[in-house]
């Protein structure tokens, strides 16, 4: 049986951290502000603000909701943007996508100052990520992967990572990621020939493939550390990973859940950023 690499024992670590860091800022009178910026009423988007909204309530971060309505101007939301960017009290921003499409998304997220970019959507914290340099900050969801191996103690150094997927969103920086921990990285996609023979050669196999339970019991072997990236719904309705969970738990030696894995930590990752963003903007 693998070991269960619970996001929620991460997630109470972090908690731990950041409600410290926050009382050290507060008791220099700097309290930690995010403020989210929603257009429309789409529910998803609401229940995403929602869990955002308790994630930084539950240690002392405090949300500032600007809502929009769906008719909101392509000017209006740049005009919202730069206002954030030049408040003082806010330091994150978090925009909730995607945005109606008589917005040019684009240019509204190039609008954002890289130093409140809490979720590393801009192109400066892309290059942050990909450069190793601090600008702007990384994406959520790759680096709750890497909290998930540091906190379970996985060793990265020298080992074989193989990145199953290469979005902007969390392939690609992940790969880059695990390079900085001293991982030696191979990125397979949907072109990649002979994946279940790469993807066994690797000591931590990382899955965002994008389609439920892509990966199976073919494509893994024991000891492996596998995370799982992926929600999909199954045929039943249920709620499933990019790896077939119950085909791949018994061989490998340890295995994110899915639900209850990355996802849990990535909205703790998130206010870690609003709060080391708070830090940088008053050193």
Do not use: W
């Not at 990621?177 to 023979?197: F, G, I, W």
């Amino acid at each position: 049986m693998a070991m269960l690499l619970e996001g929620k024992k991460v997630t109470a670590n972090l908690k731990e951290r950041l409600t410290a860091d926050v009382e050290a800022l507060k008791a220099r009178g700097i309290v930690p502000t995010l403020a989210i910026v929603r257009v429309g009423e789409k529910e998803d988007a609401i229940a995403y603000e929602r869990g955002a909204t308790k994630r930084c309530e539950s240690v002392g971060v405090e949300v500032r909701s600007v809502l929009l309505s769906e008719e909101a101007t392509h000017d209006e939301m740049m005009a919202t943007v730069e206002s954030l960017n030049k408040d003082k009290n806010v330091h994150g921003v978090l925009i909730l996508r995607p945005l109606p499409k008589h917005m040019d998304e684009a240019k509204i997220v190039a609008a954002l100052a890289p130093e409140k970019d809490i979720d590393g959507i801009t192109d400066i914290s892309m290059v942050g990520t990909y450069a190793n340099k601090i600008t702007g900050f990384d994406p959520c969801t790759p680096e709750a992967c890497m909290e998930i191996l540091e906190f379970f103690g996985i060793e990265t150094t020298g080992k074989n990572a193989v990145v199953v997927g290469r979005s902007l969103v969390v392939g690609k920086p992940a790969a880059m990621m695990l390079l900085k921990r001293n991982a030696t990285v191979t990125v397979c996609h949907t072109k990649t020939q002979n994946l279940p023979e790469i993807c066994k050669r690797a000591d931590i196999l990382v899955v965002c493939a994008g389609k439920a339970k892509a990966v199976g019991a073919d494509c893994v072997s024991p000891g492996q550390t596998v995370i799982d990236v992926g929600i999909n719904v199954d045929d039943e309705g249920k709620l499933c990973g990019d790896v077939d969970f119950e085909a791949v738990e018994p061989i490998v030696g340890a295995i994110t859940p899915v639900p209850g894995g990355v996802g849990t930590v990535t909205t703790s990752v998130l206010v870690k950023h609003v709060v080391e963003a708070a830090k940088r903007q008053n050193p």
